[in-house]
């Protein structure tokens, strides 16, 4: 998916090679699970300039060009409040050729379900918001739970044919209010308590690329 987690911000103890860059595990960047303040930041790509708009709460806005060097010390310098002196601290921005920094080894998308969400609300009873999961594709219309029986088949979503090959296990991050990112919702022991796991939503490879458009059908083929 074009621009989906182009780039990411390894922290001073990172086993990422800068002279070799190639796709590394999650723990080598700053991320919501051990920085949960990090959860409130969100995003506005210019992709014609190349910059990025970055807003939170607490911080307000600061837009740069994560490949210019100068900007990224700047980020660095922006972001710094919201990691604590005693956690991990942001180092510098990376990218890797030919595709995102998922939390996958194989380049990943994922798949998510209006309805198994709606699921977890009711479960705790509050309104949770769907950024907490941070999904790529979100399909109406299925039961809840319904995308499990994709595991293991090929899905037309639009004109992309994408590959469902495994479970979402969730982490702490999905307990961060995406504005705020304060831990306030339980949301792993709302899927341990009421279904047994720790899982939500699919990840799926793409196996054919096309134009995906809102209102578009799934379809297993």
Request: aromatic share 8%; with cysteine; glycine share 8%.
């Amino acid at each position: 998916m074009p621009w989906d987690r182009h780039w990411a911000v390894i922290h001073k103890d990172t086993k990422f090679d800068t002279t070799h860059p190639e796709w590394a595990m999650c723990r080598n960047f700053m991320i919501g699970t051990s920085t949960p303040d990090l959860a409130g930041i969100w995003a506005k790509l210019d992709t014609a300039r190349g910059s990025i708009t970055l807003s939170h709460q607490a911080l307000g806005q600061i837009t740069f060009a994560p490949d210019d060097k100068a900007d990224r010390r700047r980020f660095v310098a922006w972001v710094q409040d919201l990691c604590p002196a005693d956690g991990r601290q942001p180092q510098d921005i990376v990218t890797v050729p030919n595709r995102g920094m998922t939390d996958t080894a194989y380049p990943s998308i994922s798949i998510l379900n209006t309805a198994s969400h709606d699921a977890v609300a009711s479960a705790m009873g509050i309104a949770l918001e769907r950024e907490r999961w941070r999904g790529n594709i979100w399909l109406d219309g299925l039961a809840p739970w319904g995308e499990w029986g994709w595991i293991g088949q090929n899905v037309q979503i639009g004109e992309a044919v994408l590959r469902v090959r495994e479970p979402i296990k969730r982490c702490k991050h999905t307990t961060a209010h995406p504005h705020s990112g304060r831990r306030d919702a339980d949301t792993l022991a709302a899927l341990r308590d009421n279904w047994k796991h720790q899982n939500f939503g699919l990840y799926a490879e793409v196996i054919q690329g096309g134009k995906i458009d809102l209102g578009d059908t799934a379809e297993v083929i």
